[in-house]
């Protein structure tokens, strides 16, 4: 069984900077990529950043610039810096882990103020 405990998001204004992290325990055995989606109201889930058990990083072209995805493969933790925020990047934030399977955090809350 495989945990993930996201921490980190909230309020901020447009402009401004946050940041989340996910910390995977539990059996965990060869994780392949460790990554962030998020889902605004009425919208569907999308791909914001990911990073590969090679370290090879990708970005959905919104957040190009602005987000850095990083990964403590020791820690087994992913991080994700969100500058130069924006309205539009309001959404819930959830962690997802590929092993042989998929695993997703419960989600935490970013909301950027105009």
């Known amino acids: 069984q495989v945990q993930l405990v996201e921490s980190g998001g909230g309020l901020v204004r447009a402009g401004g900077s946050l940041s989340v992290s996910c910390a995977a325990s539990?059996?965990?055995?060869?994780?392949?990529?460790m990554g962030w989606y998020r889902q605004a109201p009425g919208k569907q889930r999308e791909l914001v950043a990911v990073?590969?058990?090679?370290?090879?990083?990708d970005y959905a072209d919104s957040v190009k610039g602005r987000f850095t995805i990083s990964r403590d493969f020791a820690r087994n933790t992913v991080y994700l810096q969100m500058n130069s925020l924006k309205p539009e990047d309001t959404a819930v934030y959830y962690c997802?882990?590929?092993?042989?399977?998929?695993?997703w955090g419960r989600g935490t809350q970013v909301t950027v103020s105009s």
């Open positions: 990073v590969t058990g090679g370290g090879i990083t």
């Open positions: 997802n882990v590929h092993l042989s399977f998929n695993v």
């Open positions: 539990g059996s965990i055995f060869n994780i392949n990529d």
